[in-house]
């Protein structure tokens, strides 16, 4: 499988807190993709990066920030965490047109 | 706004049964059409597609595309218990700037009983 990592893999935290998510690729990949997965949802689309600092929001981006500084990096920070956003967050990475996505982990977040 | 709807959204059927599983898309300069299966955690690929007409097999599974009608269909013959899980459907396409989003369908849940 891709070398891809999610950490922390589980986090409560407390309602108003800022939280930092990170992704971390070793593929060299050129697409990243931070996910949100929630019951009778399936996975929505938070934020997405096409490259070192180029990122644009997907359809769920109310409340998110990310950051891509290196190629293998990709942060998810929540500034001001809700319980709405109490979910499990999946990372992806991609290389290009024709090139499947690879998951990570998965990062279980509870806001309480 | 991309779109891609799963049908059913679950079922129940006994091993041995052959089931089908649909995916219909709207989306933005489309690149590919992809499978996944998820237990337990981070779901895990199994095709990827962007021709119409042509079947992709792996196993037990085949899937076929259409992209004149904009939908692809997963087939799961002599289904075991192992194959419970939701099967996800996801779509490449390009936003407006030519960088490619994949947006997933919500699924399909399929529980196969003994």
């Known amino acids: 499988d891709a070398g891809i990592t999610q950490s922390p893999r589980h986090k409560v935290t407390e309602t108003g807190t800022p939280v930092t998510l990170r992704c971390h690729q070793t593929e060299n990949h050129r697409y990243m993709y931070w996910y949100r997965q929630d019951p009778g949802h399936g996975l929505r689309l938070i934020h997405y990066?096409?490259?070192?600092?180029?990122?644009d929001k997907g359809e769920v981006s109310d409340g998110y920030s990310v950051s891509r500084s290196k190629t293998e990096d990709f942060l998810l920070t929540l500034e001001s965490a809700t319980s709405s956003q109490t979910s499990v967050y999946f990372c992806a990475i991609r290389g290009g047109q024709g090139v499947r996505a690879f998951f990570g982990q998965g990062t279980r977040l509870t806001v309480v | 706004e991309d779109k891609v709807v799963q049908s059913p959204l679950s079922l129940v059927v006994h091993e041995g049964d052959t089931v089908t599983l649909n995916c219909s898309y709207e989306?933005?300069?489309?690149?590919?059409l992809l499978w996944y299966k998820q237990e337990k955690k981070a779901p895990t690929f199994l095709f990827m597609l962007t021709s119409s007409g042509i079947e992709k097999k792996s196993g037990r599974l085949s899937s076929i595309l259409d992209k004149k009608e904009l939908f692809s269909i997963l087939n799961i013959t002599a289904t075991q218990t192992g194959d419970s899980a939701v099967y996800l459907c996801?779509?490449?396409?390009?936003?407006?700037?030519?960088?490619?989003?994949?947006?997933f369908g919500t699924g399909t849940k399929l529980q196969v009983i003994p």
């Open positions: 989306v933005t300069n489309f690149r590919s």
């Open positions: 996801a779509v490449g396409g390009s936003d407006s700037g030519g960088y490619q989003k994949v947006t």
């Open positions: 990066s096409y490259g070192v600092k180029d990122t």
